[in-house]
């Protein structure tokens, strides 16, 4: 199935995986997708991100993280912020800050995907991609 979003739809498959209590989900790599992955296993929110299939069908293979004895997921909301339809940007002065510090917001900047803090560090804005908590 092809997707037009491609970041709606990892998201999506992440949000559902997670409800699920799914220990792994697999999502089409493209560069957007493995770098938003990356970032969201810096940051602590998945475990591992590993590249399967050969050729054209390569997909990323997410494993989620749990925490407590009945696995409550890490990632309680994923959020989508800029879409096809509507793009949303942010200067270096007005970067989102999710729920004071505690999520982090993706953003697509000049020098990469990163989160919000690396951005304000670096002082770049750029495309506010989703919100993570």
């Known amino acids: ?46 475990a591992d991100v590993v590249e399967a299939g050969e050729g054209v069908k ?16 890490l990632i309680t909301t994923l959020k989508r912020i800029s879409r096809p339809g509507l793009r949303v940007y942010s200067n270096r002065k007005d970067l989102p800050r999710v729920l004071g510090g505690i999520g982090i917001a993706i953003i697509s900047t000049s020098q990469g995907i990163m989160t919000d803090r690396e951005a304000r560090r670096q002082q770049l804005g750029g495309e506010v991609l989703c919100y993570v908590w």
Do not use: C, W
């Open 58 to 73: 390569r997909n990323l293979v997410i494993s989620l993280k749990y925490k407590g004895k009945n696995r409550q997921p």
């Open 1 to 46: 199935m092809a997707a037009n979003d491609t970041v709606a739809d990892m998201l999506t498959r992440i949000r559902n995986a997670n409800l699920a209590r799914h220990q792994t989900t697999q999502v089409p790599a493209t560069k957007m997708t493995r770098s938003i992955a990356k970032v969201l296993q810096e940051e602590g929110f998945v």
